[in-house]
């Protein structure tokens, strides 16, 4: 059976160094300073799982953010999906993903970036690899409470602010993945609302209590859910 695992990665498989418990494994430097982690267990379940069936890392961060990770030198995915899926990076190369569903937009992202730019409320504002909005609002600022005039879809996290052309989301790139691999069955994992379109699309989807419907298995760590990939279903 060939059997496909999409993945988020930040507060799913790894986490930063505000969660570092002692023994964690550093997959990430940035500034100079450990930002990433993963702990011991968790990455030898993973490469165990990963020998076995296809591994995709499916992640909102930049194609620069990804290649940071650096994970260890004998475990490496071949595969990764950046950009909220709109590039597939296959080792050193990059290829559009869901590239062509950002270009009916872009003039409204452009528009939207010389809005807030110079809006005092956001500590920053940019496009992320050409393909959606990344604002982070002040700290003394709720971000739930701005308001945005758009037909991006808009998704807050703390005092991140995410606007995504409509199609721009991981159960888009997983259809493309499934497309792609043709797999008798997916799974997934993922910790927030940007998750959700990829797990509510998988056989058998991990997703933390806070996201946890009928159809999901809770989980609070990483290490639980690999666990229970690798003993209940290989």
């Not at 379940?45 to 020998?51: C, E, R, W």
């Not at 970036?113 to 709720?142: G, H, M, T, W």
């Not at 609302?193 to 760590?221: H, Q, R, W, Y």
Request: with cysteine.
């Amino acid at each position: 059976m060939k059997i496909l695992f999409a993945c988020d990665l930040d507060n799913t498989l790894i986490h930063s160094y505000k969660k570092f418990r002692a023994g964690d494994i550093c997959v990430e430097i940035y500034d100079g300073r450990e930002q990433s982690f993963i702990s011991p267990e968790a990455l030898d379940l993973l490469k165990t799982i990963a020998a076995k069936i296809f591994f995709v890392p499916l992640t909102t961060r930049s194609i620069a953010q990804y290649r940071r990770i650096f994970w260890t030198e004998d475990f490496f995915p071949s595969l990764a999906v950046v950009a909220n899926g709109a590039y597939l990076l296959d080792g050193d190369n990059q290829e559009n993903f869901l590239r062509e569903v950002v270009v009916p937009h872009e003039e409204e992202l452009k528009t939207l970036q010389e809005k807030f730019s110079d809006n005092p409320a956001f500590n920053i504002c940019r496009i992320v690899d050409e393909s959606f909005l990344f604002l982070k609002c002040r700290d003394d600022l709720d971000a739930d409470k701005i308001s945005f005039d758009t037909s991006l879809t808009v998704q807050r996290f703390g005092k991140k602010i995410y606007l995504f052309p409509p199609k721009l989301n991981k159960g888009e790139a997983l259809k493309l993945l499934t497309k792609k691999f043709s797999p008798d069955k997916i799974f997934c994992a993922g910790d927030s609302e940007i998750d959700l379109s990829m797990l509510e699309l998988a056989d058998v989807a991990f997703a933390p209590k806070n996201l946890c419907g009928k159809k999901f298995v809770c989980f609070e760590t990483a290490e639980e859910f690999l666990k229970r990939i690798a003993e209940e279903f290989l």
